[in-house]
């Protein structure tokens, strides 16, 4: 098992930043990949940005590039998100989530996921 509690959420004006953090316990922290995930009220969850176990491989979403960065402290067992520029349009839940080795795009092959943390960027 691996428990994952986000945390860093909060409003903020467009153009600001955010940094939000994903909490692991558990299982050996730097076996797993930690993807970031994004839900907005009535859209499927999307993905934002994913580490693979040594966060020497990153991936992100176009809509987020440049904007954002992913990374990870495997001492800390930590997996951060910073967000900068951020626009209204990035408002939602962030989830992170956890799996084995390798970083995916894909949600279904995540199989732990963290409570999620609530941003809103206003206009």
């Known amino acids: 098992q691996v428990q994952l509690v986000e945390s860093g959420g909060g409003l903020v004006q467009a153009g600001g930043s955010l940094r939000l953090s994903c909490a692991a316990s558990g299982r050996t922290f730097s076996n797993y990949a930690i993807g970031w995930f994004r839900q907005a009220p009535g859209k499927e969850r999307e993905f934002v940005a994913a580490t693979n176990w040594s966060g020497g491989s990153t991936y992100y979403a176009d809509s987020v590039k440049g904007r954002f960065t992913i990374s990870r402290d495997n001492a800390k067992n930590v997996v951060y998100l910073q967000l900068n520029s951020l626009k209204p349009e990035d408002t939602a839940v962030y989830y992170c989530?956890?799996?084995?080795?390798?970083?995916?795009?894909?949600?279904?092959?995540?199989?732990?996921w963290g409570q999620g943390t609530q941003v809103t960027v206003s206009s």
């Open positions: 989530a956890a799996q084995y080795r390798r970083a995916s795009v894909h949600r279904d092959e995540y199989g732990y």
